[in-house]
């Protein structure tokens, strides 16, 4: 899946997130950052589902900010894939934020910020894309997480099978596209949305 999203999963690549994959197991066992325990379920759940992001995000360097992060998704996969991007990690949980420093560290990833707050705490900053794999809903995550998108930034949200309900608490003049692509190694599919602010908002 690597040249589709305009990656190139090279030896130091894997390296980073073989650490990754490390480091969220041992802090696992003490902060339960997630309930995965196997290595396959991690890359897969984890890992890959993140990185099927890059399908509505640029290859030029913008900034990004994925708002309720906890242990690190999308938004560290994305910076690692995409070093020109610079992440801002929006999480409240204090022990979420130790981890989410700690794997700055531990990656190097001069690319990424902890921001330790809720979303909406947050009123000075305004970024490219806003990301999220929270359980928000569409409409929900819109009136969250819309003062921190810029003008002419947009969301881009993972949905499954319920997106079309979702889609019905979309106001009429709000412009949206969709792109389903499958997860790899499983059956499943997911629905990538790229959603503009309302010219109101």
């Known amino acids: ?38 290595d396959k379920d991690i ?3 984890h890992f890959l589902d993140s990185l099927l992001y890059l ?21 560290v996969p994305l910076a690692l894939a995409r070093p020109e991007l610079n992440v801002a990690l929006i999480e409240p949980s204090r ?12 990656l190097s990833l001069d690319n990424v910020e902890v921001l330790g707050a809720r979303v909406e705490e947050i009123r000075d900053r305004r970024f490219d894309i806003v990301v999220t794999r929270a359980l928000f809903g569409i409409g929900d995550f ?25 889609l019905k608490a979309l106001p ?17 599919e997911r629905h990538l949305v790229k959603i503009f602010p309302c010219p109101s908002s």
């Open 1 to 38: 899946m690597g040249p589709e999203l305009g990656i190139d999963p090279g030896d130091s690549f894997v390296s980073l997130f073989a650490t990754y994959l490390q480091e969220l197991k041992k802090w696992n066992r003490a902060y339960n950052l997630t309930s995965l325990k196997s």
């Open 43 to 45: 890359v897969i759940k």
């Open 55 to 75: 399908v509505f995000i640029p290859e030029r360097g913008r900034s990004l900010a994925d708002v309720g992060s906890g242990a690190g998704f999308p938004g």
């Open 95 to 106: 022990k979420k934020v130790a981890f989410l420093n700690h794997i700055k560290r531990a």
């Open 142 to 166: 819109i009136d969250e997480a819309g003062h921190i998108v810029k003008e002419d930034g947009f969301f881009v949200l993972s949905k499954g099978p319920k997106l079309s309900e979702e």
């Open 172 to 188: 009429p003049s709000a412009r949206y596209e969709i792109r389903t692509v499958p997860l790899p190694l499983t059956s499943l």
